[in-house]
């Protein structure tokens, strides 16, 4: 269960500017907690649509939502539940909403699955996941804030089955099927993960929790999926503050891939910095231990799905077309004021693909190929000179609001690269991005796309690389940076800059390096390396809304940059709707 209010940017300042700790906390507003949401703009008074709502994200039509939950694939239809606040635009009164899809594009919202009913979930139902039992019985298990303000676990089952979308969920009088032990820190003890069955035909699922400022993920088995008893281990832990949101699944490194290929990946959702990281390596069913890879840095300076603003994520396999798709969540950069005004807070990231990288370094991911047929107009560049210090705009497009951006570059001259500042080892890469924004003169970069940007070009988000000569070894530090410090004219938002370091080798590619952005009016969701890096952006122009947006190649480095490649389209609206007969089987 991710925290729910905005205090996580508070925090992450305090984490960043000073050596105290503190952790978020779920924050309520109780006078905000009743307020309608303005679901119908012209009822009072506005004749516009909300320019800030995405076309083809998934959002419900009003009021708060964050972690998706028990997302999965069932009888031809895709299940999306998700945290959501019924009541109001701010966190509370949480409930499991539904949605279903059978193309992962367009969306049936369907009403509440799951509700505070019963004694064992009275204070909440947070989140959770879903499994599919041997005789094709889907299961959620979730966490319910009981009477006494303690996190059990809970299972829930659908209660008719002939109904393919899943609509009515019934939980058992046997909850809570998993409630903290002696020892478990029982006011941090939730979001269990889907259950897998091992070789012995017990049930594991793993559960978050922390012990002070040690982040735990703690096994459950079964027999029977009603009784959990904990294992004779902690599956894994790490000196990072709670592991919220775990995730556990396996990854093959080839296809047809035996037991002793497969990888293990584990993902926790860290509570203090607002982060997700990630390692893989290997799990022992037999002893119920898990190894990551030695090559993998664990903890805060471990991998992650995505380097920006990215959270509470959860996979699934999508049995029809034999892959893992990913879901995360977005919170709002704004204020809470700004979403009791807009009637809304929350967006669900498009669904990603992903898997191992050839290499076996990290995990790789990719919009769901669905997403393309929402392309509508067509733009074309190729081989185009961005001479250094020059800029040109995009044009064509109806909307670069709505877009869809893939472009490839190639950087003309890598002698001129700069040298990696020793100052900034071991530094991340957020600390450099801030430090050589897409305003900082370079050598080689920063060139990207100024995306959301005004005519006069006072508003603009960046999405850009920056190459500098490595330390040594002769391989280049290729940075990868979403700035949004001038995407308002709005001074009271949050507009942090997000950074990674890509993982390729500049020298082998000829220079080029490409990207692909999607830009959804207050979302900018960019994937650099073909997929070996992600950065999700909140950002909220003034100006640069609707037709009034404008979207442009530039390069303020020493070295000429080519646009080998640039494909852009206009975008679609996906259908979301909560007519049932809507949903294209």
């Given at each position: 269960?991710?925290?729910?209010?905005?205090?996580?940017?508070?925090?992450?300042?305090?984490a960043?500017?000073?050596s105290?700790?503190?952790e978020a906390?779920?924050r309520?507003?109780p006078?905000?907690?009743?307020l309608?949401?303005?679901?119908?703009?012209a009822a009072?008074?506005?004749?516009?649509?909300?320019?800030l709502?995405?076309?083809?994200?998934?959002?419900?039509?009003?009021h708060?939502i964050?972690d998706?939950?028990?997302?999965?694939?069932?009888k031809g239809v895709y299940?999306?539940?998700y945290q959501?606040n019924p009541?109001?635009?701010?966190?509370?009164?949480?409930v499991?909403?539904?949605a279903?899809?059978?193309d992962?594009?367009?969306?049936?919202?369907?009403?509440?699955?799951?509700?505070?009913?019963?004694?064992?979930?009275?204070n909440?139902?947070w989140?959770?996941?879903?499994?599919?039992?041997p005789?094709?019985?889907?299961?959620i298990?979730?966490?319910?804030?009981?009477g006494?303000?303690?996190q059990?676990?809970n299972?829930a089952?659908p209660k008719?089955?002939s109904d393919?979308?899943?609509?009515?969920w019934?939980k058992?009088?046997?909850?809570p099927?998993?409630?903290?032990?002696?020892?478990?820190n029982?006011?941090?003890?939730?979001?269990p993960?889907?259950?897998?069955r091992?070789p012995?035909?017990?049930?594991?699922?793993?559960?978050g929790?922390?012990d002070n400022?040690?982040g735990?993920?703690v096994?459950?088995r079964?027999?029977d999926?009603?009784?959990?008893a904990?294992a004779?281990r902690?599956?894994?832990?790490?000196?990072?503050?709670?592991?919220?949101c775990?995730?556990f699944?396996?990854?093959?490194?080839?296809?047809?891939a035996?037991?002793?290929d497969?990888?293990?990946?584990l993902?926790v959702?860290?509570?203090?910095?607002r982060?997700e990281?990630?390692?893989?390596?290997?799990y022992d069913?037999?002893t119920?231990?898990y190894?990551?890879?030695a090559a993998?840095a664990?903890g805060?300076?471990?991998?992650?799905y995505?380097?920006?603003?990215?959270?509470?994520?959860k996979?699934?396999?999508?049995?029809?077309?034999q892959?893992?798709i990913?879901?995360?969540?977005a919170?709002?950069s704004?204020?809470t004021?700004?979403?009791?005004r807009k009637?809304w807070a929350?967006?669900?990231a498009?669904p990603?693909k992903?898997?191992?990288?050839?290499?076996?370094?990290?995990?790789?991911q990719?919009?769901?190929?669905?997403?393309e047929?929402?392309?509508?107009?067509?733009?074309?560049i190729?081989?185009?000179?961005?001479?250094?210090?020059?800029y040109?705009?995009?044009q064509?497009?109806?909307?670069p609001?709505?877009?869809?951006?893939?472009?490839?570059f190639?950087?003309m001259?890598?002698d001129?690269?700069?040298p990696?500042d020793?100052?900034?080892?071991?530094a991340?890469?957020?600390?450099?991005c801030?430090?050589?924004?897409?305003?900082v003169?370079?050598g080689v970069?920063?060139?990207?796309?100024?995306?959301l940007?005004?005519?006069?070009?006072?508003?603009?988000t960046?999405?850009?690389?920056?190459?500098?000569?490595?330390?040594?070894?002769?391989?280049?530090?290729?940075?990868m940076?979403?700035?949004?410090?001038?995407?308002s004219?709005?001074?009271?938002?949050?507009k942090?800059?997000?950074?990674g370091f890509?993982?390729?080798?500049?020298?082998k590619?000829?220079?080029k390096?490409?990207l692909?952005t999607?830009?959804?009016h207050?979302?900018?969701?960019?994937?650099?390396?073909h997929g070996r890096?992600?950065?999700?952006?909140?950002v909220?122009?003034?100006?640069?809304?609707?037709?009034?947006a404008?979207?442009?190649?530039?390069?303020?480095?020493d070295?000429?940059?080519?646009?080998?490649?640039?494909?852009?389209?206009d975008?679609?609206?996906?259908?979301?709707s909560?007519?049932i007969?809507q949903?294209?089987?």
């Open positions: 269960m991710a925290i729910g209010a905005r205090t996580w940017v508070v925090f992450l300042l305090l960043l500017l000073s105290s700790v503190a906390s779920h309520v507003f006078d905000l907690q009743s309608d949401a303005v679901a119908d703009r009072v008074g506005v004749d516009d649509p909300d320019p709502r995405t076309g083809f994200h998934f959002q419900p039509p009003s708060w964050n998706p939950n028990g997302v999965m694939y069932y299940h999306l539940f959501y009541k109001a635009a701010v966190w509370g009164n949480i499991w909403a539904h279903v899809s059978t992962l594009v367009n969306w049936v919202t369907l009403q509440p699955a799951i509700y505070p009913t019963a004694p064992f979930d009275v909440g139902c989140s959770g996941s879903a499994t599919v039992l005789d094709s019985t889907p299961a298990m979730y966490t319910g804030i009981d006494d303000g303690l059990v676990q299972v089952y008719d089955l393919p979308y899943l609509r009515e019934v058992p009088d046997y909850n099927v998993i409630a903290p032990n002696a020892g478990v029982a006011t941090a003890f939730r979001d993960t889907t259950a897998w091992g012995d035909g017990l049930w594991r699922l793993v559960i929790t922390k400022h040690r735990l993920a096994l459950y079964s027999r999926f009603k009784r959990w904990p004779r902690v599956l894994h832990y790490g000196d990072t503050g709670m592991w919220e775990p995730d699944y396996p990854v093959s490194t080839s296809p047809g035996v037991l002793g497969v990888k293990h990946v993902k959702s860290l509570d203090l910095t982060f990281y990630y390692t893989f390596g290997a069913h037999a119920e231990t190894v990551p890879d993998l664990d805060n300076d471990g991998l992650r995505d380097y920006g603003n990215f959270y509470a994520s996979t699934f396999l999508d049995q029809a077309k892959r893992r990913l879901w995360g969540w919170n709002e704004d204020s004021e700004d979403d009791v009637g929350g967006v669900q498009i990603r992903i898997w191992l990288a050839l290499d076996g370094k990290q995990l790789m990719w919009p769901v190929a669905e997403v047929s929402l392309r509508g107009n067509h733009v074309n190729t081989d185009r000179l961005v001479e250094a210090g020059s040109f705009e995009v064509g497009l109806m909307s609001a709505q877009a869809d951006v893939e472009v490839s190639a950087a001259d890598l001129k690269a700069e990696f020793p100052a900034w080892r071991g991340d890469a957020q600390t450099v801030a430090a050589q924004g897409a305003d003169k370079g970069g920063p060139f990207g796309l100024w995306v940007a005004s005519d006069e070009l006072k508003e603009r960046a999405v850009f690389f920056r190459v500098f000569k490595g330390e040594g070894d002769g391989k280049h530090v290729v940075l940076c979403n700035d949004p410090s001038r995407s004219y709005a001074d009271h938002l949050y942090p800059t997000f950074a890509i993982d390729v080798d500049i020298t590619t000829g220079g390096i490409p692909r999607l830009i959804d207050s979302m900018v969701e960019s994937f650099g390396g890096m992600s950065i999700l952006s909140r909220y122009p003034t100006k640069a809304v609707g037709d009034k404008r979207l442009y190649v530039f390069n303020h480095g070295s000429d940059v080519k646009v080998t490649h640039l494909n852009a389209y975008m679609r609206s996906a259908k979301i909560n007519h007969d949903l294209t089987r």
